[in-house]
């Protein structure tokens, strides 16, 4: 047998006491930093996701209360119509600063009067149905669709 092989095989050998203390150690450290970064990679992982969708549904609402106030705008548009004209009847798309928003329609309903609004604000859309008495606001709701 070569020297080499000799050496190989020795050092190799579970028996030798320098090579199980020293082995067993080195594999128990490189175990354990597996483990910890593996937790660490897990952990990381999943607080940027969640701040991912945190910051994806706080957009959501954001962009839902500009649509909501966008119709909410044509439902006051439609009242001070209303106020100016009773006979408005609604078919009118509104300016609101850079946007608008669209009064669909203004039926009568008995002394009431039934306002239909909608908005859509990047793709986030509102739609009112409002009833309103000539001195109050009897019912308003929002639809999913008309």
Same mark, same amino acid.
């Given at each position: 047998?070569?020297?080499?092989?000799?050496?190989s095989?020795?050092?190799? +050998? $579970?028996?030798?006491? %320098?090579?199980?203390?020293?082995?067993?150690?080195?594999?128990?450290? &490189?175990?354990? @930093?597996? &483990?910890?970064? =593996?937790? !660490?990679?897990?952990?990381?992982?999943?607080?940027?996701?969640? /701040?991912?969708?945190?910051?994806? /549904?706080?957009?959501?609402?954001?962009?839902?209360?500009?649509?909501? $106030?966008?119709? #909410?705008? +044509?439902?006051?548009? =439609? &009242?001070?119509? !209303? =106020? #100016?004209?009773?006979?408005? $009847?609604?078919?009118e *798309?509104?300016?609101?600063?850079? #946007?608008?928003?669209? !009064? !669909?329609?203004?039926?009568?309903?008995?002394?009431?009067?039934?306002? @239909? *609004? *909608?908005?859509?604000?990047?793709? @986030?859309?509102?739609?009112?149905k409002? #009833?309103?008495?000539? *001195?109050?606001i009897? /019912?308003? %709701?929002e &639809?999913?669709?008309?």
């Amino acid at each position: 047998m070569t020297k080499g092989l000799v050496l190989s095989l020795w050092f190799g +050998c $579970a028996h030798h006491p %320098e090579r199980k203390s020293n082995g067993s150690k080195g594999y128990i450290a &490189l175990v354990s @930093s597996l &483990l910890i970064s =593996a937790a !660490i990679l897990v952990l990381v992982t999943t607080v940027g996701l969640t /701040s991912f969708f945190t910051r994806s /549904s706080l957009s959501d609402a954001s962009l839902k209360t500009q649509s909501r $106030a966008l119709a #909410e705008a +044509c439902v006051q548009k =439609a &009242l001070l119509s !209303i =106020a #100016e004209n009773p006979g408005y $009847a609604g078919n009118e *798309t509104v300016p609101v600063g850079g #946007e608008s928003c669209r !009064i !669909i329609s203004v039926v009568a309903s008995g002394t009431d009067k039934v306002i @239909s *609004t *909608t908005a859509n604000f990047r793709n @986030s859309v509102t739609n009112f149905k409002v #009833e309103s008495a000539p *001195t109050a606001i009897v /019912s308003w %709701e929002e &639809l999913s669709k008309f």
